[in-house]
């Protein structure tokens, strides 16, 4: 079975800091799509990043990296020099690739940038 | 570009009423998911559909039910309303038609359920 975990529940940051989420994953397959969504207070998902498991480099975009190493099966995200509008929850996700394709939210992080 | 639509994206019902949730999803998708995401919860997997036929299942109610018309939309029908069915839910939308592993889920804004 499939599952995603997102230790952390909720994440305070003065503005300007660099944080990072965490997001630890199983899965039986060996062939799988990991993601980061954006949830912002007005409620909408916003697709940040999809990573396939055939391919460990590490992303940056912007102020945005992801960390993924397969050998601990985690795949973290972290936010430099945070601002104000990076306030929201954040859901790592797992897709096992030719299963459908539905995808499996973890808990979600709920970060707060304060000004 | 063209994304996924939902509508309405608000509805206030009463308990033990009928709600229905239309999903218009990216043209050229054939497939069509529905998740429901509670208060402070994560967005729960419901149900697919994969050229107008159920594909896969998950922890939709018996009260529910969704299918998929002939135009690729879908709608997502709820009777006898509860409480707890007060939630957000998301249609999202894909092509299975591309390459092994092109497949990327695109989510609609979401349907806001309020059950009074």
């Known amino acids: 079975a499939q599952k995603v975990t997102q230790a952390q529940t909720e994440i305070s940051v003065v503005e300007k800091e660099d944080v990072t989420l965490d997001c630890v994953y199983e899965t039986r397959d060996t062939t799988y799509y990991l993601f980061w969504y954006k949830q912002p207070p007005s409620g909408e998902l916003v697709f940040l990043i999809r990573r396939n498991s055939f391919d460990e480099q590490n992303e940056i975009s912007g102020r945005y990296s992801w960390n993924f190493q397969k050998s601990t099966s985690s795949f973290n995200f972290t936010i430099t020099a945070s601002q104000v509008v990076d306030s929201a929850v954040y859901f790592c996700?797992?897709?096992?690739?030719?299963?459908?394709?539905?995808?499996?939210f973890g808990k979600g992080t709920r970060l707060h940038i304060l000004p | 570009a063209a994304g996924v639509i939902q509508s309405p994206r608000h509805l206030i019902k009463e308990k033990r009423e009928t709600a229905t949730l239309k999903c218009y999803p990216i043209?050229?998708?054939?497939?069509v998911y529905w998740y429901q995401q509670g208060p402070g919860q994560d967005p729960q997997f419901l149900i697919s559909f994969y050229e107008k036929m159920q594909s896969d299942k998950g922890s939709i109610p018996d009260r529910f039910s969704a299918q998929q018309f002939s135009d690729y939309h879908s709608e997502l029908n709820m009777s006898s309303l509860e409480l707890g069915d007060s939630a957000l839910y998301f249609c999202?939308?894909?092509?299975?038609?591309?390459?092994?592993?092109?497949?990327?889920?695109?989510f609609g804004a979401g349907s806001r359920l309020t059950v009074l």
């Open positions: 999202a939308s894909s092509s299975r038609r591309g390459a092994a592993g092109a497949n990327v889920l695109t």
């Open positions: 043209p050229r998708h054939d497939t």
């Open positions: 996700a797992l897709s096992e690739i030719n299963r459908d394709d539905k995808i499996i």
